[in-house]
Nanobody
Framework: QVHLVESGGGLVQAGGSLRLSCAAS????????MGWFRQAPGKEREFVAG????????HYADFVKGRFTISRDNAKNTVYLQMNSLKPEDTAVYYC??????????WGQGTQVTVSS
């Protein structure tokens, strides 16, 4: 079992920045890819960014390219999402996910990000 805990969410003004963290514990040796997803009120959960084990491959949703950066520190079993130039439409609950035996089969509880205009 892998346990994921997100932190770093909060309230920020448009144009501001936040850095989300996701700490993994448990069978962390079984983690391959990690990613961030988000879900806004009344909308479906959507992919934001992903990163492979070696951090060589990173991919982003079009709506965050150039603004968000995903990174990971395997020594700390932590993945980060640096979010810059935040917009009100970025308001959502952000979830961390990990791939162990299946793609993104392990999820955290989420952290709220609210961007005011």
């Amino acid at each position: 079992q892998v346990h994921l805990v997100e932190s770093g969410g909060g309230l920020v003004q448009a144009g501001g920045s936040l850095r989300l963290s996701c700490a993994a514990s448990g069978r962390t040796f079984s983690i391959y890819d990690m990613g961030w997803f988000r879900q806004a009120p009344g909308k479906e959960r959507e992919f934001v960014a992903g990163i492979n084990w070696s951090a060589i491959i990173r991919h982003y949703a079009d709506f965050v390219k150039g603004r968000f950066t995903i990174s990971r520190d395997n020594a700390k079993n932590t993945v980060y999402l640096q979010m810059n130039s935040l917009k009100p439409e970025d308001t959502a609950v952000y979830y961390c996910a990990a791939t162990t035996t299946k793609p993104y089969d392990c999820w955290g509880q989420g952290t709220q990000v609210t961007v005011s205009s």
